[in-house]
C-alpha cells in the first residue's frame, strides 16, 4: 500500500483534497464530525422538503468541469446542469429588477437605467476577463508559500491591469453613476469579507463569472455536487469515517504520526496512523483544539487580528403553496447597502434592517419539495463574533424580513409556513467548529491575500496540512476545490519521493 494521508473533514476542499491524494497512490482516510459529506454544504431533509444547508449559487462552472476532467470524468458524469434565465431578481425600493442571462439584454437594461452604460459594461468587463483568466488560471493555483511563486511574467508585467491596488468601490465607480447599477456590481464582492472600498478591484472577475459565466443549477440541488465528488473519491478507493469527532494529532517531536478521534454514535476512541495529515476542517480549530500550543504556527492574537468574511442568519423554509411571481434567486437590496455593509465589516453589531438574499429551488426544481409546496432559504449576512445569538433574535429577524418579502410579492407568506428551521453563529460553532462562528472564512483583502493567508503548511508540525477557506485561495465553493488541489500537489512535493 501507498503512504497513509488522514483528511480532517469531508466539506468541499476535504474531498478534493481525498480524491488528488488517492489519484496520486496514496492510501487516503477521511475524518467527519458529521454522519453525511458536505461540511457547510450538507443536506437537510425534513417533512418532504430537501434543503441545501449551505452554499446556493453556482458560478465558475469551468472551474467544476476541469475538476472532474483531471480523473477522466465529467460533470455530466454525476448531475445534470441548467442555467437560470433569468439569473435573478433584485428587489429596490421601487421595481424590482430581472438580470437576463443574455448578455445583449443586461446591456440594454443598463442602458435604460443609465444612458451610456452599456459600453461601459463592455470595457468593465473586458478588463474583469483579464482578471479572470489570470486569477483563476495562475494566482489561485499558488500555494502562497513563498514570493517567489509569483514571479511570472504575464503576473508582474500586468499587475496594475489586475487592479490590486484599485478597491472596488472606486473601480465600480468609474464606469457607472447610478446607484442601482454601483451596487449591483459590488454586490458579488459582499460575501468576500469587507467593505467594496477595502476589496480589491481585482475582484471584479466575479462580476465576469456572474455576467459571462452565468448562474447554474446542479439538479436535485447543489449537494448533487457533493455527492458526485464523495462517489469519485469512493472510486479511487479513498475510505470515509462519519461520525468521527477528531479529538487529537498525536505527534512525535514535530511530526503527525496518527489522528485520534471519537465516534459521536458510540463513543469508541479510534487512532488513525498517518504519514501526513491535511486539515480540511476549521484551520483555527485544528491549531487551537487539536495541536499543543508549543506547535502552534499562530498565536491567539494573530488570530484575534485577523479580519473575517461574514457569518450568515439563515432559515429554511416550506410552505404548503406556491408563490406566484417569484424566480430561484432573489436578493432585497430595498434597505441601505452601506449601513448594512459597515454593521457586518465596521462596528460589527446586529444589523438594523438587513439586505437579504432568497433562494427558491422549487421554482426550478419539483424534487426538493412536496407537490404544490415552495421551498425557500433565506439567508442574512451578518458579523462574525456576534454573542447574543437567541431564539428571540432570530425570530425577530425572520418576521422583519418575511414582512418585506410579503410587501414585495403582494401575497402572504407567513400563515403558510408548515416547516421553518433557523441556523446561525452557535450553529456554525456546533457544527463545524467554526473560527467566531464564520460561515466564508478570511476576508478577501490585499493584507489577507496569498502568502498574507494562514500558510497551507504548518510552521511547526513539517507534516501537517491545511486546505480550505481559511487558507489559500479562499472562500467560496470553485476556491474551496482549488484548494485541495493545491494541498494535495504540495504533500506529494515534499512527501513523495
Given at each position: 500500500?501507498?503512504?497513509?494521508?488522514?483528511?480532517?473533514?469531508?466539506?468541499f476542499?476535504?474531498?478534493?483534497?481525498a480524491?488528488?491524494?488517492?489519484?496520486?497512490?496514496w492510501?487516503?482516510?477521511?475524518?467527519e464530525?458529521?454522519?453525511?459529506?458536505?461540511g457547510?454544504?450538507?443536506?437537510?431533509?425534513a417533512e418532504g422538503?430537501?434543503?441545501?444547508?449551505?452554499?446556493?449559487?453556482?458560478?465558475?462552472?469551468?472551474v467544476?468541469?476541469?475538476?472532474?476532467?483531471?480523473f477522466?470524468?465529467?460533470?455530466?458524469?454525476?448531475?445534470?446542469?441548467?442555467?437560470?434565465?433569468?439569473s435573478?431578481?433584485?428587489?429596490?425600493?421601487d421595481?424590482?429588477?430581472?438580470?437576463?442571462?443574455?448578455?445583449?439584454?443586461?446591456?440594454q437594461?443598463?442602458?435604460?437605467v443609465?444612458?451610456?452604460?452599456g459600453?461601459?459594461?463592455?470595457?468593465?468587463?473586458?478588463?474583469?476577463?483579464?482578471?479572470?483568466?489570470?486569477?483563476?488560471?495562475?494566482?489561485?493555483?499558488?500555494?502562497?508559500?513563498t514570493?517567489?511563486?509569483?514571479?511570472?511574467?504575464?503576473?508582474?508585467?500586468?499587475?496594475f491591469?489586475?487592479?490590486?491596488?484599485?478597491?472596488?468601490?472606486?473601480?465600480?465607480?468609474?464606469?457607472?453613476?447610478?446607484?442601482?447599477?454601483?451596487?449591483?456590481m459590488?454586490?458579488?464582492?459582499?460575501?468576500?469579507?469587507a467593505?467594496?472600498?477595502?476589496?480589491?478591484?481585482?475582484?471584479?472577475?466575479?462580476?465576469?463569472?456572474?455576467?459571462k459565466?452565468?448562474?447554474?443549477?446542479p439538479?436535485?440541488?447543489m449537494?448533487?455536487?457533493?455527492?458526485?465528488?464523495?462517489?469519485?473519491?469512493?472510486e479511487?478507493?479513498v475510505?470515509?469515517?462519519?461520525n468521527?469527532e477528531?479529538?487529537q494529532?498525536?505527534l512525535?517531536?514535530?511530526?503527525?504520526?496518527?489522528?485520534t478521534?471519537k465516534?459521536?454514535?458510540?463513543?469508541?476512541?479510534?487512532?488513525y496512523?498517518?504519514?501526513?495529515?491535511?486539515g480540511?476542517?476549521?484551520?483555527?480549530?485544528?491549531?487551537?483544539?487539536?495541536?499543543?500550543?508549543?506547535?502552534?504556527?499562530?498565536t491567539?492574537?494573530?488570530?484575534?487580528?485577523?479580519v473575517?468574511?461574514?457569518s450568515c442568519?439563515?432559515y429554511?423554509?416550506?410552505?404548503?403553496?406556491?408563490?406566484k411571481?417569484i424566480?430561484?434567486h432573489?436578493?432585497?437590496?430595498?434597505?441601505s447597502?452601506?449601513?448594512?455593509?459597515?454593521?457586518?465589516y465596521?462596528?460589527k453589531?446586529?444589523?438594523?434592517?438587513?439586505?437579504?438574499y432568497?433562494s427558491a429551488?422549487?421554482?426550478s426544481?419539483?424534487?426538493v419539495?412536496?407537490?404544490?409546496h415552495?421551498?425557500?432559504?433565506?439567508?442574512?449576512?451578518?458579523?462574525t463574533?456576534?454573542?447574543?445569538?437567541?431564539?428571540?433574535?432570530?425570530?425577530?429577524?425572520?418576521?422583519?424580513i418575511?414582512?418585506?418579502?410579503?410587501?414585495?410579492?403582494?401575497?402572504p407568506?407567513s400563515?403558510?409556513?408548515?416547516?421553518k428551521?433557523?441556523?446561525?453563529?452557535s450553529?456554525?460553532?456546533?457544527?463545524?467548529?467554526?473560527?467566531?462562528g464564520?460561515?466564508?472564512?478570511?476576508a478577501?483583502?490585499?493584507?489577507?491575500?496569498s502568502?498574507?493567508?494562514?500558510?497551507?503548511?504548518s510552521?511547526?508540525?513539517k507534516?501537517?496540512?491545511?486546505?480550505?477557506?481559511?487558507t489559500?485561495?479562499?472562500?467560496?465553493?470553485?476556491?474551496?476545490l482549488?484548494s485541495?488541489?493545491v494541498?494535495?500537489?504540495?504533500?506529494?512535493?515534499?512527501?513523495?519521493?
Amino acid at each position: 500500500m501507498g503512504k497513509k494521508v488522514i483528511v480532517i473533514g469531508a466539506g468541499f476542499a476535504g474531498l478534493s483534497a481525498a480524491s488528488f491524494m488517492a489519484k496520486a497512490g496514496w492510501q487516503v482516510t477521511v475524518l467527519e464530525k458529521n454522519a453525511i459529506p458536505g461540511g457547510r454544504a450538507r443536506q437537510m431533509k425534513a417533512e418532504g422538503f430537501t434543503f441545501d444547508m449551505g452554499p446556493s449559487w453556482y458560478w465558475m462552472p469551468e472551474v467544476f468541469e476541469r475538476y472532474f476532467n483531471q480523473f477522466g470524468k465529467k460533470v455530466s458524469d454525476y448531475y445534470i446542469l441548467e442555467r437560470l434565465d433569468p439569473s435573478y431578481r433584485v428587489y429596490w425600493q421601487d421595481e424590482p429588477m430581472d438580470i437576463p442571462a443574455d448578455y445583449d439584454a443586461l446591456k440594454q437594461l443598463f442602458e435604460s437605467v443609465e444612458p451610456g452604460s452599456g459600453a461601459s459594461l463592455d470595457k468593465f468587463l473586458e478588463e474583469a476577463a483579464y482578471k479572470y483568466e489570470v486569477g483563476i488560471n495562475k494566482l489561485v493555483h499558488k500555494p502562497g508559500q513563498t514570493l517567489s511563486e509569483f514571479l511570472d511574467w504575464e503576473v508582474i508585467s500586468g499587475v496594475f491591469k489586475l487592479d490590486v491596488f484599485n478597491s472596488m468601490k472606486s473601480h465600480v465607480a468609474k464606469h457607472f453613476s447610478h446607484p442601482k447599477l454601483k451596487e449591483l456590481m459590488e454586490f458579488p464582492v459582499l460575501f468576500l469579507g469587507a467593505l467594496p472600498q477595502k476589496i480589491p478591484a481585482l475582484y471584479s472577475l466575479m462580476n465576469y463569472a456572474d455576467i459571462k459565466g452565468g448562474t447554474w443549477y446542479p439538479k436535485d440541488g447543489m449537494y448533487s455536487i457533493v455527492k458526485g465528488m464523495h462517489q469519485l473519491a469512493t472510486e479511487l478507493g479513498v475510505e470515509f469515517r462519519f461520525n468521527e469527532e477528531v479529538q487529537q494529532i498525536d505527534l512525535k517531536g514535530q511530526s503527525a504520526k496518527s489522528v485520534t478521534s471519537k465516534n459521536t454514535t458510540n463513543q469508541l476512541i479510534s487512532a488513525y496512523e498517518a504519514d501526513v495529515v491535511i486539515g480540511g476542517a476549521d484551520y483555527h480549530h485544528i491549531e487551537t483544539k487539536l495541536l499543543p500550543a508549543q506547535l502552534r504556527s499562530y498565536t491567539d492574537n494573530y488570530w484575534d487580528s485577523r479580519v473575517m468574511a461574514p457569518s450568515c442568519l439563515i432559515y429554511y423554509v416550506g410552505l404548503n403553496k406556491k408563490i406566484k411571481n417569484i424566480l430561484h434567486h432573489s436578493l432585497f437590496f430595498d434597505t441601505s447597502f452601506e449601513v448594512h455593509g459597515n454593521e457586518i465589516y465596521t462596528t460589527k453589531e446586529w444589523p438594523s434592517n438587513p439586505l437579504f438574499y432568497v433562494s427558491a429551488t422549487s421554482v426550478s426544481d419539483n424534487t426538493v419539495a412536496p407537490e404544490g409546496h415552495e421551498n425557500l432559504f433565506f439567508l442574512i449576512p451578518v458579523a462574525t463574533g456576534l454573542t447574543n445569538d437567541t431564539e428571540e433574535i432570530r425570530e425577530q429577524y425572520f418576521n422583519a424580513i418575511i414582512q418585506r418579502m410579503e410587501k414585495h410579492l403582494g401575497e402572504p407568506i407567513s400563515q403558510h409556513i408548515v416547516y421553518k428551521k433557523s441556523y446561525a453563529h452557535s450553529d456554525f460553532i456546533a457544527d463545524y467548529n467554526a473560527f467566531k462562528g464564520n460561515a466564508y472564512g478570511l476576508a478577501n483583502t490585499l493584507m489577507q491575500t496569498s502568502i498574507l493567508k494562514p500558510a497551507c503548511r504548518s510552521k511547526k508540525v513539517k507534516n501537517l496540512f491545511y486546505t480550505g477557506q481559511l487558507t489559500v485561495p479562499g472562500p467560496g465553493v470553485p476556491p474551496c476545490l482549488i484548494s485541495g488541489e493545491v494541498i494535495a500537489k504540495e504533500v506529494v512535493k515534499h512527501f513523495d519521493k
